[in-house]
């Protein structure tokens, strides 16, 4: 959260082991002090806030709406317990991408958004991603030329991206935000298994960070004799996809 004036709260306090004690807790932009207390109410959970890495509004507002609708959405999230989010794009035309970026930058160089969860960046989800699997996005789709990672690499807000692999440059492109500390994430594709696991292994190996964004959806699935991209990122023990709320059925 944006506040650091110390706070204290009394209930039932979630421990690193799992379990809840009762007791008081202060803290500001960190926990301060754990206190034992006998009396902390037992219906007041206290817990760490969410951290949301892939959120494109909230309270209305919308994350390409520039400053003030950043604010809101942070607002909005913190009092749903997120306590620290990347507001996220959508594909729109590049100047409207940029400005949405240059909106969230100007929040954080602000102080971010009082009684809100903290900004830490930006996700940048397109529009470096297929045409052929827009999903709800709109389709302004680019190729991610180096002028245009240039201009992103400028703003230093961008701390996650999601790219399609298969694209040209997309590589090339993933290294230089990747050498930047952008978390790079597949996702919009319509990359086979092979291209995503090929692509993945580069990046892995000159230790970027990598992801999928809401895994199974916008890109292939595990077809008979037609691996797609889950099949490659399945070959990673870890590989955390950020939630688009439909959830695939288990075959396991």
């Keep these: 959260m944006t506040s ?14 799992g379990t809840f004690i009762p007791a008081r807790l202060a803290f500001d932009r960190q926990i301060t002090a754990i206190t034992p207390d006998a009396g902390a109410p037992t219906d007041r959970l206290i817990l760490p806030g969410f951290v949301d890495a892939h959120v494109h509004g909230g309270g209305g507002a ?4 520039g400053p003030e609708a950043v604010r809101t959405l942070s607002r909005f999230h913190a009092q749903h ?5 990347l507001p996220t794009t959508i594909t729109n035309p590049w100047e409207k991408v940029m400005a949405a970026l240059r909106g969230i930058r100007q929040v954080i160089d602000g102080g971010g958004a009082p009684g809100g969860a ?26 991610p030329l180096p002028e ?3 201009e992103v690499l400028a703003l230093n807000v961008v701390r996650a991206v999601t790219i399609a692999p298969e694209l040209p440059g997309a590589l090339q492109a993933s290294q230089a935000l990747a050498q930047a500390g952008v978390r790079i994430g597949v996702g919009h594709t319509r ?5 995503v696991t090929a692509f993945l292994d580069v990046l892995n190996a000159a230790g970027a960070t990598t992801c999928a964004t809401h895994l199974f959806n916008a890109m292939g699935g595990i077809e008979g ?9 399945g070959r990673r023990p870890r590989l955390p996809g950020s939630d688009s709320g439909q959830h695939p059925r288990s075959p396991w």
């Design 4 to 17: 650091s004036h110390p706070q204290i709260l009394n209930g039932q306090v979630l421990l690193p082991t």
């Design 62 to 65: 919308d994350a390409m709406d």
């Design 81 to 85: 317990g997120t306590t620290t989010l």
């Design 118 to 143: 903290d900004i830490v960046g930006a996700h940048l989800e397109g529009p470096f991603i297929s045409s052929g699997r827009l999903g709800a996005q709109p389709p302004n789709t680019l190729e």
């Design 148 to 150: 245009l990672i240039a």
């Design 191 to 195: 990359a086979d298994a092979e291209t």
């Design 225 to 233: 004799r037609v691996p797609g991209p889950r099949r490659a990122d």
